[in-house]
């Protein structure tokens, strides 16, 4: 029988967990990732990862975590999918226990559980406050292992060019680069996997890493994959503010008891410590007694902006609000936070246990990405398969704090099997496709090289990715206004008449960091646009996406999804209905009981 | 899996048999020489009588080679070896574990050369019959005094420096806490060690015994 | 213009693994709060050198700037850190910035530490599991493992205790603390311990942990604060054992 052959692109989580689900169907996989996997972002994820296992008999269940999700993600989500995975939740922690990652345990030797946003119970199992940090080395430690049996290949540093598909619109491989040698080369497979991530760059700051820049997703859009629900971003309540990220400052923070609060006298400047507990102003806690600072992440970074932009009362006048954990122990915030208050330590030279951290919204997660089918990661094109953060599927609306780690293991691992079996059951493998197709491809990609190489203009890519993000921030993120919306549209699209001026300032063809970077920008120019119109055309308020003038969700016209389609070089939007086929949308409140 | 046969490598016995050579025996030997010839601090006679009791023992030659110059050969040989393969960087990162790691580099060269030479000079050219006598002629050369006194200071200090080591790369001292006080030990051996070899060395050459009254 | 706070910057730059390095200089706004990323963003959107000559932007590597990726890690002002964390203002300029020594250069500032993935494969730096489908919870481990073991998995793999380690150099090729502290690790998970034997074997090899002389550089240097000199020696003694007790007993 013919041996199939499998590519997956990016080695976060999804990648890693679908590389051992199709290393382990006895499948070769050649694995792609920018930076050596075990540097991905979902290293980044702090506080922890979902799974109703009810171990403190709560009354929890995956129904439960399954109706938060629906609810969180304000109904927008495909529910049979987020059934299935918040079911497969409990399994998929026990398989990263049996990988020997290093949760919190409780005096008996079980798994510890927390709460976190957007719950009522205690189901976050953690491994101190760098849970994605100790997933992401339990899989790539796994995946080594099928590495040194010689069933996976890495690639690291390369990066993911372009598809290749051929006549039937089939994919049939992909065209990367080598990020030292700077070679642009094909290479044939029956089936590819895409887990990319986020898309933090398009925002210029955010708490995403560097190499999240949603090019593989842009660019896979421009060759006809379909990107869906792209003007659904999270932002994070609590990051600390920084010129060159916004670090996160992880909901476990208020899991573990943190408050929110300002002082409720505006533009007040006595020390934190010194102002009585009269005068401050617990306005989560005040204006959402249900939850308190645990209501979920679109609703907490709404009510700061309030504080802030509204009522004026940043601290000092500032955008910040204190996030405050001084009332705990030193030594319970030790065992359980030490790795998030260190960052706070060491960026800013404050002792997040003796003084209250300050703290803004920062942009974070990017519910929207390819569009997926509702059953097995597939996409609309045949051979290629997408999961992760760069998916749009699980989170709806508005993802739910420690959702992200369980849905990128879940798709990730019924994206191998899924990709295995379409690649075992292909009449015609790659092996048979016709040359030229292949080496039109890698033409095509190595002439866009040299045509930014030779390039002679007068613009920077770091000048045009910086105003990039500044329009993004301010205009498509927490609260968006249609003629904003526009506006932002319009330096969009001046600023991709202006990217046709860049110059490289680096012609080199040996590790040319400013050339990929620049290949990035294109394709994230194209991205942020999607999201923009996306959002111009949602004319409602839902999770994360809040338009003012449309306060309310509008069930009867935008209880769908929006399908964004490449049509002749265009962005053309469609919409589908979204399958609500297990619990019926009602409002939703978080600040009276569910 | 099937149980495979077991055969330590050869470069990890070899560096083991290194490290385990500087305290047994040759550790154990400087201990016993600083100790034997500590009798001079008593008188002439005690030391004369306890050179010719230890020149004196049944195979002689064998215990000699065996348990003194082939592991202090191996031990200063492999040593520079390992020395060639390490490049110090205390300039850089001028911590303390890392003077020690430097200083124990020079220590053990300088000791090696001495113990070269003092074992020529007191072993062959005695014919095994060092007496005291000889001892205070070789002093009279204050070169060779100022010879002795640096190889019997660095000795000392390698010989400290080492116990420091032993403990830890035998994991006999793991938590931080432990490795520190192994670490004073190891300063606390080389000060003590030091202090009795000088004191030897004054009495060689000052003709001063202070604990003559022991038997006076 | 002309009185803004300036920042002096240094980078060692090359431009391929065979090419000479040399030094160039800049000259940057200072902002507060700066960082050395900062710094090479700042080059990279202008690259002029202070005396005005045109270059090409800083090739390095970065991507979390949280120091938990371990991609940054550079030697600035002669010493092995993560850029991400390395603020401006607490360092003496003019800055110095070159590429880690102890790895083999691909520009500028990035290196290649490919060695260091390869030797989690030597060791076998993982728990074996029998697959990824359901066969239920994994072993009960006591608090007390977790808060020992927790720290050593917050490893992030940048290099810093073999740059600073005199051990590791082009004549030696030690496997380096992080690796050891590494094998600590899975001999202490109930599921690794069973496997115990192979990572110690791995380690009695050439460039193994004999080679460790005990400078204690790498714990100094260590940017997550793991106690690598305690794995160092609790791995030793396991290591003596296999191998003495190994032989003697089989």
């Known amino acids: 029988m013919r041996q199939p052959k499998i590519i997956i692109v990016g080695g976060g989580l999804a990648g890693l967990m679908a590389t051992i689900r199709v290393a382990e169907a006895g499948v070769p996989v050649d694995l792609f990732s920018i930076v050596p996997v075990k540097r991905s972002h979902s290293v980044c994820a702090q506080g922890g990862i979902n799974a109703a296992k009810n171990t403190k008999g709560e009354g929890d269940s995956t129904w439960k975590h399954f109706d938060d999700s629906i609810y969180g993600g304000d109904f927008l989500a495909n529910q049979t999918l987020v059934k299935r995975m918040c079911e497969a939740a409990p399994g998929i922690i026990d398989l990263l226990d049996r990988m020997g990652v290093m949760f919190n345990r409780t005096p008996e030797g079980l798994l510890d559980y927390r709460r976190f946003g957007g719950t009522l119970y205690n189901r976050t199992a953690f491994a101190g406050a760098t849970t994605g940090q100790q997933l992401l080395y339990a899989l790539d430690e796994q995946v080594r292992r099928h590495e040194a049996d010689g069933k996976v290949r890495k690639y690291e540093g390369w990066t993911f060019l372009s598809a290749v598909l051929d006549d039937a619109g089939v994919c049939r491989g992909i065209c990367g680069m080598d990020l030292k040698s700077m070679e642009v080369k094909v290479f044939p497979a029956d089936a590819v996997i895409f887990c990319t991530g986020g898309v933090g760059a398009v925002f210029g700051r955010s708490t995403n890493s560097v190499v999240c820049t949603g090019s593989a997703q842009a660019a896979l859009f421009q060759q006809g994959v379909d990107y869906a629900n792209g003007e659904f971003i999270q932002v994070h309540p609590t990051a600390i503010p920084g010129e060159d990220k916004l670090r996160l400052m992880s909901e476990s923070a208020r899991g573990e008891g943190g408050r929110v609060w300002v002082p409720r006298k505006p533009g007040d400047t006595r020390p934190a410590k010194s102002i009585p507990d009269a005068e401050r102003f617990y306005f989560l806690e005040e204006w959402y007694p249900k939850y308190g600072n645990l209501v979920p992440r679109d609703i907490a970074t709404r009510a700061i902006h309030r504080v802030v932009f509204q009522e004026k009362l940043g601290l000092a006048g500032q955008q910040a609000v204190y996030l405050d954990l001084t009332h705990i122990p030193r030594e319970t915030l030790d065992r359980k936070l030490e790795g998030i208050l260190e960052i706070y330590e060491k960026f800013l030279g404050v002792d997040p246990r003796e003084e209250p951290m300050k703290v803004f919204p920062a942009m974070h997660y990017t519910m929207g990405g390819i569009w997926v089918n509702n059953e097995d990661q597939a996409t609309n094109v045949p051979g290629i398969y997408a999961a992760g953060e760069c998916d749009y599927q699980y989170h709806g609306a508005n993802r739910l704090g420690a959702n992200s780690l369980v849905s990128c293991i879940f798709g990730g691992g019924i994206a191998g099997p899924a990709a295995v079996k379409y690649a075992k059951n292909l009449e015609k493998g790659s092996e048979s496709a016709d040359p030229a197709i292949f080496e039109r491809e890698r033409k095509r990609q190595a002439a866009m090289n040299d045509a930014l190489i030779k390039q002679d203009g007068s613009e920077n890519p770091v000048t045009i990715w910086k105003e990039m993000g500044d329009v993004m921030s301010e205009h498509v993120t927490v609260t968006r206004y249609n003629k904003n919306l526009e506006l932002a549209d319009g330096k969009l699209q001046a600023l991709a008449a202006r990217f046709k001026k860049i110059n490289l300032s680096d012609r080199t063809q040996w590790s040319n960091q400013t050339l990929n970077f620049t290949r990035e920008l294109g394709n994230m120019l194209v991205l942020a646009r999607v999201m923009t119109l996306g959002a111009l055309a949602r004319n409602e308020s839902r999770g994360a996406h809040y338009k003012p003038d449309y306060p309310d969700r509008d069930d009867a016209n935008f209880l769908k999804t929006t399908r964004a389609k490449w049509v002749n070089g265009e962005i053309k939007l469609t919409y589908e209905a979204v399958d609500t086929s297990h619990i019926p949308p009602r409002p939703r409140r978080y600040d009276v009981a569910q | ?216 | 213009m002309a009185d803004k706070k300036k920042v002096i910057v240094r980078v060692k730059r090359q431009a391929g693994p065979k090419q000479e390095a040399r030094w160039e200089e800049f000259a940057l706004d200072w902002r507060p709060s700066m960082n050395v990323i900062i710094a090479l963003r700042d080059i990279a959107e202008n690259p002029l050198t202070r005396d005005g000559q045109k270059t090409t932007p800083v090739s390095y590597d970065s991507n979390c700037l949280e120091e938990i990726c371990g991609s940054c890690a550079m030697v600035i002002n002669g010493k092995a850190r993560m850029a991400c964390s390395a603020l401006i203002d607490d360092l003496e300029q003019p800055i110095r910035i070159e590429p880690l020594s102890k790895f083999p250069v691909v520009r500028d500032l990035a290196v290649d530490r490919q060695f260091m993935f390869e030797s989690l494969k030597r060791v076998h730096a993982w728990v074996p599991i029998d697959g990824t489908y359901d066969l239920g919870e994994g072993p009960r481990v006591s608090p007390e493992t977790q808060e020992k073991g927790y720290p050593l998995s917050n490893c992030i793999t940048c290099g810093s205790c073999l740059e600073v380690c005199p051990q590791v150099n082009e004549k030696n090729p030690f496997i380096g603390a992080a690796i050891i502290s590494q094998v600590r690790l899975f001999n202490m998970h109930p599921t690794g311990a069973m496997h115990a034997r192979e990572r110690l074997e791995a380690l009695m090899g050439p460039g193994g942990i004999a080679d460790c002389a005990n400078a204690q550089n790498c714990v100094q240097a260590c940017p997550k604060g793991i106690p690598l000199t305690e794995s160092i020696a609790e791995v030793n003694r396991q290591v003596w054992k296999q191998a003495l007790f190994g032989w003697l007993l089989g």
């Open chain 2, 1 to 216: 899996m099937s149980a495979k046969v077991f055969r330590p490598d050869r470069s990890y016995l070899l560096r083991k048999l290194h490290s385990l050579s500087g305290i047994v025996p040759v550790g154990a030997f400087l201990a016993e020489h600083f100790w034997s010839n500590s009798t001079v601090l008593v008188s002439i006679s005690k030391y004369n009588e306890t050179s010719r009791e230890l020149q004196t023992i049944p195979f002689r030659i064998f215990a000699e080679a065996l348990m003194i110059w082939l592991p202090i050969l191996y031990h200063g040989c492999y040593g520079i070896h390992i020395w060639m393969r390490g490049k110090s960087n205390v300039s850089d990162y001028p911590w303390v574990g890392n003077w020690l790691y430097t200083l124990q580099r020079a220590t053990g060269l300088v000791a090696f050369v001495y113990i070269g030479w003092h074992v020529y000079a007191e072993r062959f050219l005695t014919h095994g019959k060092s007496t005291y006598g000889d001892m205070e002629r070789t002093l009279q050369n204050p070169y060779a005094l100022a010879f002795m006194a640096v190889g019997i200071v660095a000795s000392s200090f390698h010989f400290g420096i080492g116990i420091w080591n032993f403990l830890c790369k035998w994991g006999l001292t793991a938590t931080v806490q432990a490795q520190r006080a192994a670490g004073r030990l190891g300063v606390l051996v080389g000060l003590a060690f030091s202090l009795v070899g000088i004191l030897i060395l004054v009495s060689f050459r000052l003709n001063w015994h202070p604990f003559e009254f022991y038997i006076k």
